[in-house]
């Protein structure tokens, strides 16, 4: 059975860094595309980062700031983030989907239950 599993959301003050993990189980990275979500509440998802084997990408409100990586060993994808701010207040979501280039659209198949993160001072 296909699952991710988010952890490392909480509190955290204007200008700090949480690490955002996504622990995947009933399939391996190598083949799947893992993409990173956010949704404010009254706002629409937003892709923020996604990592395939070809590559990673970045949406614009983020780039430079957060990082994302994976652990194949591990089974999971992390989501460095820095320099937060209470703009980036919102429950995060890891999702996940069989393809070989990764996405920033919310086309994913597989979906965690989410982490939230709340910058506040």
């Known amino acids: 059975q296909l699952q991710l599993v988010e952890s490392g959301g909480g509190l955290v003050h204007p200008g700090g860094s949480l690490r955002l993990s996504c622990a995947v189980s009933?399939?391996?990275?190598?083949?799947?595309?893992i993409a990173w979500f956010r949704q404010a509440p009254g706002k629409e998802r937003e892709g923020l980062s996604c990592i395939s084997s070809n590559g990673a990408d970045y949406a614009d409100s983020v780039k430079g700031r957060f990082t994302i990586s994976r652990d194949a060993v591990k089974n999971t994808v992390y989501l460095q983030m820095n320099s937060l701010s209470p703009d980036d207040t919102a429950v995060y979501y890891c999702a996940a989907d069989p393809r070989m280039y990764c996405t920033l659209v919310a086309e994913y198949d597989y979906w965690g239950q989410g982490a939230q993160v709340t910058v506040s001072p």
């Open positions: 009933g399939f391996t990275l190598d083949y799947y595309a």
